[in-house]
C-alpha cells in the first residue's frame, strides 16, 4: 500500500513581507512531508508554529520531524492543539501549541506556546505501541492502524489506581488497590483512521530516527538542500546542549 500524498502548497507569503526562511525546516525525503509541508498540512497556525519551532531550534539541522494535531470536543466547543517533535543531533525539541478564545464571538483569540529541548543523551526510553487489525490474516504488507510513542527522559512516572479485585463478581470484601507506573514524558497516539496511513507511518521513521541518535548508531543524515554547505557539527557538550526554552 503507497502512504505517499499529495505535496501540499508552500506558505504563501504576506503582502509587504519577503518569504520566511527557516534554516533548519528541510525535506526529508523518507517521510511524508517536510517539516514546513508538515504544519501547512495540519494548517493550525503554520507560519506562527514554524516561526517557534525554528526559534526553537538555534540553528541545528531537523534529522527527523512528527507532526501531531489533535482535536477534542468540549460540549459545544471545537478545541485543538498541535504537539511537533523535532530531532537534530543532539537534541530533542518539543513545541506545543494551543490556542483558547477570550471571548464568545471567538473575535478575540491567544495562543499558548511552550518549547521544551531535551539533549538525546538524557533520553531513558523510547516506548512504541503497534495495532493491527485482523491479526489472524496478517500479511507483510498490512499497514498499523494505530501506532502510540512513549518518550520519557526526565525520570516522571505516572501512577494509575484502582480498586483490586479477585475475580469473584459476588465478593465484597475489600481487596485493596492495585495499579500500574508508567514512566513518560510524552505520549502521542497516531491512528491511521483519524490522522491517515501517512501518518502512522511518519511516526514510526521519527521513532526509528530517534532509537539510533538515542543508542549512537547510524542515524539519517540532515538533510541541506541543493547549493547548500553543511552546518558546523555542534559539540555534544557544548553550553548549548542543557539550554531550555521556556515561552
Not at 30 to 39: D, F, P, T, V, Y
Not at 47 to 75: I, N, P, Q, S, Y
Not at 111 to 124: D, G, H, K
Not at 194 to 210: H, Y
Amino acid at each position: 500500500m503507497s502512504f505517499q500524498q499529495p505535496t501540499p502548497k508552500p506558505l504563501a507569503p504576506v503582502p509587504g513581507r519577503p518569504a520566511a526562511h527557516h534554516p533548519g525546516l528541510h525535506d526529508h525525503s523518507a517521510q511524508g512531508h517536510s517539516l514546513e509541508g508538515a504544519l501547512q498540512q495540519a494548517g493550525f497556525y503554520p507560519r506562527l508554529v514554524a516561526d517557534v519551532v525554528a526559534d526553537a531550534l538555534d540553528g541545528r539541522d531537523c534529522v527527523a520531524h512528527l507532526v501531531h494535531l489533535e482535536t477534542h470536543f468540549d460540549r459545544a466547543e471545537v478545541r485543538r492543539h498541535i504537539t511537533v517533535l523535532v530531532l537534530t543531533e543532539d537534541m530533542l525539541v518539543i513545541t506545543h501549541v494551543d490556542d483558547q478564545q477570550l471571548d464568545e464571538a471567538g473575535e478575540q483569540t491567544v495562543a499558548q506556546v511552550s518549547t521544551e529541548s531535551v539533549p538525546v543523551t538524557q533520553i531513558r526510553s523510547v516506548v512504541l505501541s503497534y495495532v493491527y487489525a485482523q491479526p489472524q490474516d496478517y500479511k507483510a504488507s498490512d499497514p498499523v492502524r494505530e501506532l502510540t510513542l512513549s518518550i520519557a527522559w526526565s525520570g516522571g512516572q505516572r501512577l494509575d489506581m484502582g480498586p483490586a479485585s479477585c475475580g469473584d463478581p459476588q465478593c465484597e470484601a475489600d481487596h485493596g488497590y492495585s495499579g500500574t507506573i508508567a514512566q513518560e514524558d510524552i505520549v502521542l497516539r497516531i491512528s491511521a483512521e483519524a490522522d491517515g496511513l501517512q501518518a502512522v507511518q511518519d511516526a514510526k521513521l521519527f521513532a526509528r530516527a530517534l532509537r539510533a541518535v538515542n543508542t549512537g548508531s547510524a542515524a539519517p543524515a540532515p538533510h541541506t538542500g541543493p547549493g547548500l554547505p553543511p552546518r558546523p557539527r555542534i559539540s555534544m557538550f557544548g553550553n548549548r546542549l542543557s539550554r531550555g526554552h521556556q515561552r
